[in-house]
Nanobody
C-alpha cells in the first residue's frame, strides 16, 4: 500500500521554527520526487518546495525561499521541511506529494492545473503560526 504520512505540524509563535516530516512507503522512493504543498484557509493549495531524493536536487517556490529547507533521508524514506522565521501567513495544512522522477523546475507545475503530475498525496498536517 502506497502511503505518504506527514507529521510535525503544530502551533508555533511567529518567528519560530518547525520541522515537518513526510514518511513514504509502498513505492520506490528513489524513483520519485517529493514535493510539499500547503493550503491556507480560503486559498488554493500552493507548492512550497520539492526534492529529488535520487540526486538531491531541490526546488523552492517564492513562498519558501530563504526560510524553508527541504532535505531527505533516503534510508528512512523520509523528506523533511525545516521551516524557520515563521509568519502568520504560513498558517496552512501542509501536504507532501510524490511525482515520478524529478522535481518540476517551473513554478506553474506546482499549481492546481498540474496536480495530475503528482501520483500520491499525504493527508496533511496542520501548521498554525500565532502572531
Amino acid at each position: 500500500e502506497v502511503q505518504l504520512v506527514e507529521s510535525g505540524g503544530g502551533l508555533v509563535q511567529a518567528g519560530g521554527s518547525l520541522r515537518l516530516s513526510c514518511a513514504a512507503s509502498g513505492f520506490s522512493f528513489d524513483e520519485y520526487a517529493i514535493a510539499w504543498f500547503r493550503r491556507a484557509p480560503g486559498k488554493e493549495r500552493e507548492g512550497v518546495s520539492c526534492i529529488s531524493p535520487s540526486n538531491g536536487n531541490t526546488y523552492y517556490t517564492d513562498s519558501a525561499k530563504d526560510r524553508f529547507t527541504i532535505s531527505s533521508d533516503n534510508v528512512k524514506k523520509t523528506v523533511y521541511l525545516q521551516m524557520s522565521s515563521l509568519r502568520s501567513e504560513d498558517t496552512a495544512v501542509y501536504y507532501c506529494a510524490a511525482t515520478l522522477h524529478w522535481c518540476p523546475v517551473d513554478a506553474k507545475y506546482y499549481s492546481e492545473s498540474y496536480y495530475y503530475l503528482y501520483n500520491y498525496w499525504g493527508q496533511g498536517t496542520q501548521v498554525t503560526v500565532s502572531s
